[in-house]
């Protein structure tokens, strides 16, 4: 079944490119079902009474609250990646989970391209096809300093490094104790971060940890985080 996220201020009325998909990608017709999800939690199954010029008009079938969203809350601060690694790291973190992403400047950024419009769009899209009931956000650019400054408004505050020989992810999370619980993830870029920055970062309040024996690439870090918290604490 089609899955759609519709402004709740919009529905049951699918209108903009969702609706031109609908009706002429995937050939939609009057009587099929397509599911929605307004972005609250709340899922709805609609049926299609209408297809207009612009727009599609449904009717609300039934609705219920989704319990596919993880507990736990995960921010994940990426630092800006080279190339077009950005998108795969939005689609796969939205598909694993993340409640919201930070695009971040470190000392060692190598990336430079900002495209809002296009990673929330990719944000929406896993989101529909993951079977969520929200559309993660992406965040204004906030640079290192910034992000650090968010840690009041968290439970936990995570940031892996190379370097970190003793503390493993796993361990972090033992000493936590709030049941859904919400936290901040920092990633470094290509060449990790400076240890000027995880000594501000500890000095902030961080926790540095360790993602495991081996080093993991930018695009990699964060999902291999984002699953293992996920696993540890749901």
Same mark, same amino acid.
């Given at each position: ?5 519709? *402004? ?7 209108? !903009?490119?969702? *609706? $031109? $998909? ?16 307004? !972005? ?23 609705? $219920? ?45 190598? !990336? ?91 000095? *902030? ?15 990699? *870090? !964060?999902?291999?985080?984002?699953a293992i918290i996920n696993y540890e604490l749901e």
């Amino acid at each position: 079944m089609n899955r759609l996220f519709i *402004a709740k201020d919009q529905l049951p009325i699918i209108r !903009g490119s969702d *609706a $031109h $998909h609908l009706k002429n990608v995937l050939r939609s017709r009057i009587g099929d079902e397509i599911e929605l999800f307004d !972005g609250s939690g709340m899922v709805y199954l609609a049926k299609i009474t209408k297809i207009e010029k612009d727009s599609i008009i449904t009717e609300i079938i039934s609705q $219920h609250r989704s319990e596919n969203e993880p507990k736990v809350k995960i921010t994940l601060a990426q630092a800006l990646p080279k190339g077009n690694k950005m998108d795969f790291i939005v689609e796969k973190c939205v598909e694993l989970g993340v409640s919201k992403i930070i695009p971040m400047l470190t000392e060692r950024t190598i !990336g430079k391209a900002v495209k809002f419009e296009r990673w929330q769009k990719l944000a929406k899209e896993a989101a529909e096809q993951s079977g969520r009931a929200i559309v993660p956000s992406i965040e204004p650019l906030m640079n290192f300093a910034e992000v650090l400054k968010l840690k009041a408004q968290f439970d936990l505050f995570l940031i892996p490094w190379e370097l970190e020989k003793e503390r493993t992810l796993k361990s972090a999370l033992t000493i936590q104790q709030s049941n859904n619980p919400t936290i901040l993830l920092l990633i470094g870029p290509e060449g990790g971060f400076s240890q000027k920055e995880v000594e501000a970062a500890k000095k *902030a309040g961080f926790t540095s940890i360790s993602l495991g024996k081996r080093i993991l690439r930018t695009e990699t *870090a !964060g999902m291999a985080a984002i699953a293992i918290i996920n696993y540890e604490l749901e």
